[in-house]
């Protein structure tokens, strides 16, 4: 017989070393308990953890926190399973709601980025164009779950900031800023607060896109009413082998804002922005990227370079500057090869509300 406390020792313990060995509770009791300081746990799905304060009112932060929705970005996944662990002992104090997710569990389990698709790319109902994915079902519960999460949440309009999505990814390449954020187009302008954050996060970049993705935070952000990033927090290893003090300053900044501390206004550090402006499309096999095979994300380019070339196709640079990110010559042909953003800094921070 497994008493509750039991569960949630092995539950909270090791949240990742749990989703990993694919293990659920074995009884409604065993699926939620308490912890350190009054907080109420309860499990809801493989890798769905959440997470309530002892004490919750109207103003309360609804923060939803997800990693490994890529399988194999494996340093912000054990930053996640350590937080919901000192949650749980009462070494980080909690006075928000919490929704904790690891993404794909199943592509975790095998070291992979995904499965058949990549988990990343099919929110917004767009699981459904792929039926026979195995992603497709995580997709249509994880936003299922979101949505759920949220609903208990104040509304944005009543309570600004009351809703959060931080959703933590490594990069595969280099990036001539270690660690950039992706804010997701809502049509609104960036919010100060999330800018805030992100500058007490010691995030150098910002990029922000000008068309709806199919990412979780752009799903967050446009139906949940979510203040929702993407963040790219270095670049990719196994389990066990990152060094995960290279991401102090976003674990500290996550624990900062779950202890219920309002990012201080930062001027001085506030990250670089950059808005995009085009993209290179694959029109065929015969795609030629005209970058190095490793060039690091956000390289620029000058005015009049040819970037890219397929058939009468070319990419050619029209800003003084434009830097490059996410470049990948081996997508299908009609998608996306690569971004291409300029500096908008001083118009984006002068317009801040
Ligand atoms: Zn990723």
């Known amino acids: 017989m497994t008493s509750s406390a039991d569960a949630s020792v ?20 065993e699926a939620s308990g308490e912890c350190a300081g009054g907080v109420r746990w309860q499990w809801l799905d493989e890798g769905v953890l959440e997470l309530t304060p002892a004490h919750v009112d109207e103003t309360t932060r609804s923060v939803l926190l997800s990693a490994g929705v ?68 995580r997709a249509a519960a994880l936003e299922a779950a979101a949505q759920r999460f949220f609903s208990k949440a104040p ?9 959060w999505h931080l959703d933590m990814h490594t990069a595969i390449r280099a990036s001539a800023f270690e660690q950039f954020a992706l804010l997701p187009h809502t049509g609104e302008r960036p919010a100060r607060v999330m800018l805030e954050w992100l500058a007490d996060a010691h995030i150098a970049a910002v990029l922000i ?17 979510a203040l929702a990033c993407t963040l790219e927090l270095g670049k990719v290893r196994p389990f066990g ?10 674990d500290a900044a996550v624990r900062r804002l779950l202890a219920g501390e309002t990012p201080s206004p930062q001027t001085a550090r506030m990250p670089r922005i950059f808005t995009v402006i085009g993209q290179i499309t694959k029109q065929s096999e015969a795609l030629k990227l005209n970058v190095a095979a490793d060039v690091p994300n956000f390289t620029p380019f000058a005015r009049g370079q040819v970037l890219a070339e397929d058939g009468a196709y070319r990419y050619v640079v029209e800003h ?3 830097r490059i990110v996410f470049p990948n010559p081996g997508v299908k042909p009609g998608l996306r090869a690569g971004l291409l953003v300029v500096d908008t800094t001083k118009a984006t921070l002068a317009a801040l509300a």
Do not use: W
Request: proline share 5%; glycine share 10%; with cysteine.
């Open 209 to 225: 896109h000008t068309e709806k993705g199919a990412t979780l935070s752009s799903f967050t952000a446009g139906s949940c009413g």
């Open 241 to 250: 082998q990152n060094d995960l003090a290279r991401f102090a300053g976003a």
């Open 155 to 163: 509304e944005a309009t009543r309570v600004p900031q009351a809703r």
């Open 320 to 322: 003084d500057e434009e």
């Open 70 to 137: 890529h399988g194999d970005e494996t340093a912000p996944i054990e930053l996640l399973s350590q937080l919901v662990a000192d949650i749980a002992a009462g070494r980080a104090p909690l006075a928000c709601r919490v929704l904790v997710v690891l993404g794909n569990a199943a592509a975790m389990r095998a070291g992979e980025r995904y499965l058949d698709d990549d988990l990343n790319r099919l929110f917004g109902g767009r699981h459904a164009r792929v039926p026979d994915s195995r992603e497709a079902p």
């Open 10 to 29: 092995s539950v909270l313990a090791d949240f990742l070393g749990y989703t990993l060995a694919g293990s659920s509770p074995a009884t409604a009791d």
